[in-house]
């Protein structure tokens, strides 16, 4: 059974910096579409970014690009995301998800089509 447990989050002021990682296991070597989501209080989960499963093609909700990078390192079973510049905005709960769909989706598809989750963690940004 593939898990994912994300790690990372943290209180940090504006412009600040944090990494966030998300260790798979279970998966058996098995590539997987992955993305981060984030989930304000109030408000609907929302796509931050995306890495296919190939890991070449990197997408970037717009609010984001410029500023949040992914990395991912196969040998660890590790997804990264680099978060610079980071602004009150960015405050929410960070998701980590994969997806086993057998072609290319992103951060902009359906929910739906991202079936393993992990816990979130928390990342406040104050200004």
């Known amino acids: 059974q593939v898990q994912l447990v994300e790690s990372g989050g943290g209180s940090v002021q504006t412009g600040g910096s944090l990494r966030l990682s998300c260790v798979i296991s279970?998966?058996?070597?098995?590539?997987?579409?992955m993305a981060w989501f984030r989930q304000a209080p109030g408000k609907e989960r929302e796509g931050v970014a995306s890495i296919e499963m190939n890991g070449y093609i990197h997408q970037y909700r717009n609010s984001v690009q410029g500023r949040f990078t992914l990395s991912k390192d196969n040998a660890k079973n590790t997804l990264y995301l680099q978060m610079n510049d980071l602004k009150p905005e960015d405050t929410a709960m960070y998701y980590c998800?994969?997806?086993?769909?057998?072609?290319?989706?992103?951060?902009?598809?359906?929910?739906?089509?991202?079936?393993?989750w992990g816990q979130g963690t928390q990342v406040t940004v104050s200004s």
């Open positions: 998800a994969a997806s086993g769909y057998p072609g290319t989706i992103s951060h902009r598809s359906p929910l739906s089509l991202w079936t393993i």
């Open positions: 279970g998966n058996s070597g098995r590539q997987f579409n």
